[in-house]
């Protein structure tokens, strides 16, 4: 990502997650900003995991279920709701014959407030469609999460992959 986009990206987040944190009571220091990177972090890899997985329940259980939440948007399709999201996931996954798929650099984590993060991350995939054939791709997610009584959670997830449907063409047998 350039200088400039990080910057554009980092502006986006504080005002989306300005509607959704409460302001912060008290100083982060250090140790707690990296507490919460930490934690943004695994909570990424393990949406990361769970793609792998094809394991919709455990895809989904890293977002917010809150009605406000917009938990996903896959290449300008949004699923606002966990439901929409779980149907999507268990429809893809059952199309195909595997998912590999895992950060392809550092996850970048920026903290925002006591209870309010972001992240961006670079990633790869390879799609195993039912034929047995392996369809390679890369793509860029972005993600905002907020820390509530039950811990972090994801409550908006955006995910670009390039030449999408050229990928989807090769894995469905047809462009979109």
Not at 82 to 87: D, G, T
Not at 93 to 104: F, K, R, V
Not at 160 to 168: G, L, Q, R, T, Y
Request: with cysteine; glycine share 10%; net charge positive.
């Amino acid at each position: 990502m350039t200088g400039g986009a990080h910057a554009l990206l980092t502006r986006l987040a504080r005002v989306g997650v300005s509607r959704c944190v409460r302001p912060a009571a008290a100083h982060l220091t250090e140790a707690d900003r990296s507490a919460v990177a930490d934690t943004v972090k695994r909570i990424v890899i393990g949406v990361f995991v769970a793609a792998s997985r094809r394991d919709a329940a455990g895809l989904v259980s890293g977002f917010a279920a809150d009605a406000d939440a917009q938990p996903i948007v896959w290449n300008g399709v949004a699923k606002p709701t966990i439901a929409s999201l779980r149907a999507t996931a268990d429809t893809f996954y059952g199309a195909i014959a595997g998912l590999e798929t895992q950060p392809t650099g550092e996850i970048r984590a920026i903290v925002l407030a006591p209870d309010g993060a972001a992240a961006e991350v670079s990633f790869t995939f390879t799609i195993t469609t039912k034929s047995g054939e392996r369809v390679p791709g890369q793509g860029v997610a972005t993600a905002l999460l907020r820390k509530r009584a039950g811990g972090w959670k994801i409550v908006h997830w955006h995910e670009s992959e390039e030449h999408f449907d050229a990928v989807m063409g090769h894995v469905f047998g047809a462009h979109r």
